[in-house]
């Protein structure tokens, strides 16, 4: 029978995916054909979605991007023989080179598999992590978590196998894991791709750090603004109930762990682990004062591990093929790969897992291929909303914690924004800020009247008034949300405007001078 | 508390002002606490939305792409400003930070559904349909 791969995930869907499987199907009733269509998740390759996949009996065969305006000319063209004629025609999609030069430890599977199969899960190495760790005392999974040098991914890179020491130390009758699922940063998609395309590798993560620790109950913290991944993750839930993966005395070893999930409401900060904490409690979500750490003292006062998806989901290949096999990638204290999310202004947007050490150039132009407007690129915003935009002088920076740290920049969660010279950054550190007053949970003065105050400041410089008394104290104000706010929300919106402020200088001036500054510029 | 609000809001489009007190008794929390909660999350609406909800990212990622752009087109083809409804009770218009799409934008939510890469075009032809027939059902 000819297999047809229709993908489900957030981006195709958002291009068509849908309409393209209908007429598929309508199409080969036409033709009499007899297809199997497979709704599997993305490859990640998303300027190629809805990326289309052919199997007639000889291997699967990819075309892309398929609008649904494309399909009668493709079947007319010999789709459903995988002929490879049509201009759309991409081959043996494992062959394109910016797979290839990838290395998919943690998302060896997207893209290959139907989500919701448990069965194409188990058949592609799912649960064997798992296996492993239930031969294992609970400080032997700890000990291999630390010793693949995993740090969370979720923005602090805080080291994994310590904050599950701290939990597995703690005494009490009752521990948590959670998983932070808000992923809120503008340009990241990498655990949406792990909730959509790969459900039961995040469950399989939660399970083992359930055992690591001594946790029966976890909860996945969900932003609302993913209904696809809010719709494959419960249904995967489901599954791994009713075989057993999830439950008491699960795949009957005696070992119990329930898994939930929760929705956010829209906000930014709730992806920050304690005021997540809050919300999950059901409160407003305002941040904690830390100590107690969450690891100590967390949900409903109880020792909780907060980890974000990728942190987790890095778990179940680290069990299963050993600390060492993951700690041999990476550079300096980075171990490991990372998902980095090629986004914005981008030609080849999409997910690159890479070993630590890719230079931020090789990632935006070997993989990314410059911008998708063809225009010059001007700069990159890596980390998301607080992290600093970086001019061409440091791109040739290797994607490292400590590196980055050097120059003032954040990795982050791995997200990559690309803009072209047609960027007005002085707007961009504007809604550094106008995204603060939105955002800001309240707590505290720098951040809260701060950001707004920056608002005004900026908006000051840009209308002429005053503007080099207007910049040295946008830099004090910068200097005192920096110092004077309990957490990063508040501590970490200047870095994009500071890097505005130094690397973009120009763009922070009266608009007219601006204007004039980009004729010579052309 | 949030997963009864959001069960309320996904049944009635939003949460009632006489629904906080019912929260209230139920959870056993004060009324003040209930309405903290519901203002403190941008998703909650306490007022009732239009047949379609269209939300429209203003995250970097879209705003490297035109996303700026099609904000505004969006406030003048439906004639609204953020969190503003259409007097016909057909529209509502908010701002929505991030879809996860971010490698296809600019991106808009209408209901359940998100679509990339929306130009202004796109757009319009993207609410011609919603006002020629009925949402799809997927
Ligand atoms: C304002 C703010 C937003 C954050 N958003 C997220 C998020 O969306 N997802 C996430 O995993 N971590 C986020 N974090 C980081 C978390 O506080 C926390 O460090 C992380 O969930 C810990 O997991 P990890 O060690 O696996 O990274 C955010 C932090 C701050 C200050
Ligand atoms: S810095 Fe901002 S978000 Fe963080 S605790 Fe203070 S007010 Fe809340
Ligand atoms: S920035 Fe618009 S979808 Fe992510």
């Given amino acids: 029978m000819i297999k047809v791969y229709v993908p489900c995930d957030t981006t195709a869907l958002s291009l068509g995916a849908d309409e393209v499987a209908q007429l598929l199907m309508a199409e080969a009733e036409r033709l009499g054909k007899t297809i199997e269509l497979i709704r599997n998740g993305s490859r990640g390759l998303f300027w190629l979605e809805p990326l289309v996949e052919v199997d007639a009996g000889t291997g699967r065969f990819a075309y892309g991007p398929v609008t649904p305006e494309a399909v009668p000319e493709l079947v007319e063209a010999g789709l459903f023989d995988a002929r490879q004629t049509h201009d759309l025609a991409l081959g043996d999609i494992e062959q394109h080179p910016y797979l290839k030069q990838q290395q998919r430890l943690t998302f060896s599977r997207i893209g290959l598999t139907n989500p919701l199969s448990i069965e194409d899960y188990r058949q592609h190495g799912g649960w064997q992590g798992l296996e492993k760790a239930l031969q294992l005392e609970a400080q032997g999974i700890v000990d291999e978590v630390k010793n693949s040098g995993l740090r969370g991914r979720g923005g602090a890179a805080f080291p994994t196998g310590i904050k599950w020491q701290t939990v597995l130390d703690a005494p009490a009758d009752q521990k948590y894991i959670v998983c932070n699922a808000d992923e809120g940063d503008s340009g990241t998609f990498a655990d949406r791709l792990v909730m959509e395309c790969d459900p039961y590798l995040l469950i399989e993560g939660m399970i083992i750090a359930g055992l690591a620790v001594g946790a029966t109950q976890g909860y996945v913290y969900l932003r609302s603004e993913y209904p696809v991944a809010h719709r494959i993750f419960q249904q995967a839930l489901a599954h791994a109930y009713s075989t057993g993966y999830l439950g008491d005395n699960l795949r009957g070893s005696g070992r119990s762990f329930d898994l939930e999930v929760r929705l956010g409401a829209g906000a930014y900060i709730c992806g920050e682990e304690t005021s997540l904490l809050e919300s999950l409690e059901g409160k407003r979500g305002q941040v904690r004062p830390k100590p107690p750490l969450p690891a100590i003292e967390g949900l409903f006062g109880k020792p909780t591990v907060v980890n974000n998806v990728l942190s987790l989901a890095a778990v179940p290949f680290i069990l299963q093929h050993g600390a060492k096999a993951y700690a041999d990638c990476g550079m300096g204290r980075s171990r490991g790969t990372l998902a980095l999310q090629l986004a914005g202004n981008v030609k080849q947007g999409g997910l690159v897992e890479r070993a630590f050490g890719l230079t931020l150039r090789e990632l935006i132009e070997d993989f990314g291929g410059g911008t998708v407007s063809g225009r010059p690129l001007k700069a990159v915003q890596a980390g998301g909303p607080l992290g600093t935009y970086l001019p061409a002088s440091q791109w040739e920076t290797p994607i490292d914690y400590e590196a980055f740290a050097e120059l003032g920049a954040v990795v982050g969660h791995g997200g990559v924004v690309l803009f072209d010279d047609s960027v007005d950054l002085g707007e961009q550190a504007r809604f550094a800020m106008e995204f603060c007053t939105i955002e800001s949970c309240g707590k505290c003065t720098p951040c809260r009247i701060g950001s707004v105050r920056g608002v005004e400041v900026i908006d000051r410089i840009r209308a002429g008034t005053q503007p080099e008394q207007n910049l040295e104290l946008l830099a004090e104000l910068c200097d005192t949300m920096v110092d004077g706010s309990l957490c990063a929300m508040g501590g970490m919106t200047p870095f994009p405007v500071q890097s505005v402020m130094k690397h973009f200088p120009e763009d922070l001036q009266p608009r007219t001078s601006e204007k004039s500054g980009e004729t010579t510029h052309a | ?138």
Avoid: W
């Fill in chain 2, 1 to 138: 508390m949030l997963p009864v609000l959001h069960a309320i809001q996904d049944t009635c489009g939003y949460v009632p002002k006489t629904a906080i007190g019912v929260i209230a008794k139920r959870l056993q929390v004060t009324k003040a606490e209930v309405h903290g909660v519901i203002s403190f999350y941008h998703h909650f609406r306490t007022q009732p939305p239009g047949q379609q909800v269209i939300q429209v990212c203003r995250a970097e990622a879209c705003q490297a792409v035109g996303g700026r752009a099609l904000e505004d087109h969006a406030q003048q083809a439906l004639n609204l400003g953020y969190h503003q409804t259409s007097l016909t009770g057909e529209f509502t218009l908010e701002p929505v930070y991030c879809l996860g799409n971010c490698a296809c934008g600019p991106s808009i939510r209408i209901g359940g559904r998100i679509h990339g890469r929306v130009t202004p075009e796109r757009f319009n032809a993207l609410i011609d349909a919603l006002q020629t027939r009925p949402v799809e059902v997927q």
